[in-house]
């Protein structure tokens, strides 16, 4: 366990945080938030020991192990099974399957564990990386955006593996959803100070509300009372028999510790610019297939027929790497399909969001610029309005390109996309790199916009809140499906969550646990029993965890309603008795597991 006192860091002489303290208990999973830039990945490398601070106290046992995700790239070893294992202890080198547990859940194949590490793509090389920091069974991780460059099924493995792990951690990462489910307490970095509350992040923006409601209430009493000694004071400072009271209260005034007033902090602002159109469908999919080589077997997708409209949100889902995102180029026209037919309708105007337009930002420009050169008949007023919207207001506005974080970028492209009006949205994983706050209020916007969506992300909550129709990358293709995320999980769900057995290893190696069991003929009967235990279980976890999403549904409908207290703080019950069954539940299944694995261990 660790207990921060009084810790301080400054930059430049311009404070990142002030004299906070925390301490994190037993088994406890926080989730840390704040916005860009609030000093939440300057704490990771403060507790690392690889960034120092002005003042304060970190206490953490000689024995307690940290396992950080490193974000750095750096490989050593020949294979991708060697370069995990060798974290491992000398006695456990070889022990294959502790490795391959993990990097089969983070979406990884048994071809792919004799492949050299660099010849993956940056994203899954940071899994690699999360592979290692997760074998390394520390007492404590530290996970910086563990959820960056993971897909659907890679984010829903790790949940399960955090949901069982043994130990503390502290996460950082934008997607609340995740962290809602996963997460123990909350603790955010806000204004320079820490605040750390027992529950989700609901619980923690609540209570950050309350509390500057309390700051600003007690700062306009404490100016009310200022105001009425100074009036005092001047009145009666000239008169002998006042003075000695009039200096007391000047006195009073002085040992004050003047409240401030809380400045509004910027928010994204804005609303999609909306081109209205009589068109009833703006885009027509007619039997489209899609290969990089020309030839039926190499296709990524086939036969995929749809409609968009107005008010339709068609969400994307599936690996990374099976073909998403080029399924959105050929909806563009970027790329042409290999057979089939995408049809726009003459009334539809598209605004295309892509993370790789990044790259095509003109470093040179001002956010300005960059934002006016997207529409030419664009006011000089109407630029800086999009500016502002974006959180570009002012001198902000003036800011070179070059100079901006990838969030800011991520701003800017959205920019350029409201000074189009447009009926017709292809967003590629807009959430990345936005914040949590930004996160919300795209996905608010988003679900107001009166044309059609097609979007790619891996953000559950977004998807919850956007889908009403899915196109799904799995089982070697894409399938268009009519109905919500939820609805896709009860009546479909992933076939790589079917079962919770590990995969099937080599069939060369005939000393595998896995080979000796198939070979008997016959499962024993426990071993039946204990999978049907499992099914139960996982089904149990399913319900419990779609009513928590219910649950939070509700609080966040009357979270800022002040007459709701009491209705607050009964959802919030149930949301925590909810969450202890979940955790009872996972609980019984890794006992489950434990057990079938020591009996496949004997086979």
Request: proline fraction near 2%; glycine fraction near 8%.
């Amino acid at each position: 366990m660790i207990q921060i006192n009084n810790l301080s860091k400054s930059f430049s002489g311009i404070p990142l945080f002030q004299s906070i303290s925390f301490s994190v208990g037993k088994n406890e999973i926080i989730g840390l938030v704040g916005r860009n830039g609030s000093g939440k990945s300057t704490l990771f490398k403060i507790i690392l020991g690889v960034e120092s601070y002005d003042s304060g106290d970190i206490n953490t046992p000689k024995t307690y192990k940290l396992g950080y995700l490193d974000q750095h790239i750096h490989f050593t070893k020949k294979t991708l099974i060697e370069e995990c294992c060798q974290v491992l202890g000398e006695d456990e080198q070889y022990d294959h399957y502790k490795a391959e547990k993990i990097l089969f859940g983070l979406g990884f194949t048994e071809s792919d564990l004799t492949l050299s590490p660099s010849k993956f793509s940056g994203g899954f090389q940071l899994r690699i990386n999360l592979t290692k920091t997760l074998l390394q069974d520390p007492d404590m991780l530290l996970l910086d955006e563990p959820t960056n460059y993971l897909d659907l099924l890679s984010l829903r493995w790790l949940r399960r593996f955090l949901k069982s792990f043994r130990g503390e951690a502290i996460l950082i990462t934008h997607d609340r959803a995740f962290l809602d489910t996963v997460t123990t307490h909350t603790m955010g970095i806000h204004r320079g100070l820490l605040t750390k509350v027992k529950g989700d992040t609901n619980k923690y923006y609540t209570q950050l509300l309350v509390d500057e409601e309390v700051h600003e209430k007690t700062r306009v009493n404490q100016e009310k009372k200022i105001k009425d000694l100074q009036k005092f004071a001047d009145k009666f400072g000239a008169k002998a028999s006042k003075a000695t009271q009039a200096k007391s209260k000047l006195r009073q005034i002085e040992k004050m510790e003047v409240l401030t007033q809380i400045k509004q902090e910027h928010k994204l602002g804005f609303r999609f610019n909306y081109r209205a159109t009589p068109a009833k469908t703006f885009l027509s999919v007619d039997d489209i297939a899609f290969s990089y080589t020309g030839l039926k077997a190499d296709n990524l997708f086939e036969k995929l027929s749809f409609h968009i409209g107005p008010k339709d949100r068609l969400a994307v889902i599936g690996k990374n790497g099976k073909g998403k995102t080029t399924l959105l180029n050929a909806l563009a026209g970027a790329v042409s399909p290999t057979s089939g037919l995408v049809t726009f309708n003459p009334n539809a105007t598209l605004g295309y969001y892509q993370q790789t337009n990044r790259k095509n930002l003109v470093q040179t420009n001002t956010v300005a610029e960059e934002i006016a050169q997207a529409n030419p008949h664009l006011s000089i007023s109407e630029s800086r309005g999009i500016c502002g919207a974006m959180m570009f207001s002012g001198t902000a506005g003036d800011k070179k390109i070059s100079v901006l974080s990838g969030g800011e970028q991520s701003r800017v492209l959205l920019g350029k996309i409201l000074a189009h009006p447009s009926n017709l949205l292809f967003l590629d994983e807009p959430s990345n790199h936005l914040d949590m706050d930004s996160i919300t209020i795209l996905t608010d916007e988003v679900s107001k916009f009166k044309g059609g969506l097609v979007i790619v992300t891996h953000n559950e909550e977004m998807l919850r809140k956007l889908a009403n129709k899915l196109i799904i990358f799995h089982k070697g293709g894409a399938e268009f499906f009519h109905g919500t995320y939820d609805e896709f999980l009860e009546s479909i769900g992933w076939e790589e969550e079917a079962s919770l057995k590990k995969p099937k290893t080599k069939s060369g190696n005939k000393d595998s646990a896995e080979s000796k069991a198939t070979s008997s003929g016959a499962e024993s009967h426990r071993a039946i029993e204990i999978k049907k235990e499992c099914k139960q279980v996982e089904r149990k976890i399913e319900r419990l965890e779609e009513y928590i999403e219910n649950k939070n549904r509700s609080v966040d409908k009357i979270l800022n309603d002040i007459t709701a207290t009491k209705e607050l703080e009964k959802l919030y019950k149930n949301i925590t008795e909810l969450q202890s069954q979940v955790d009872n539940s996972y609980a019984k299944m890794e006992g489950l597991l434990k057990e079938l694995d020591s009996m496949q261990a004997k086979c």
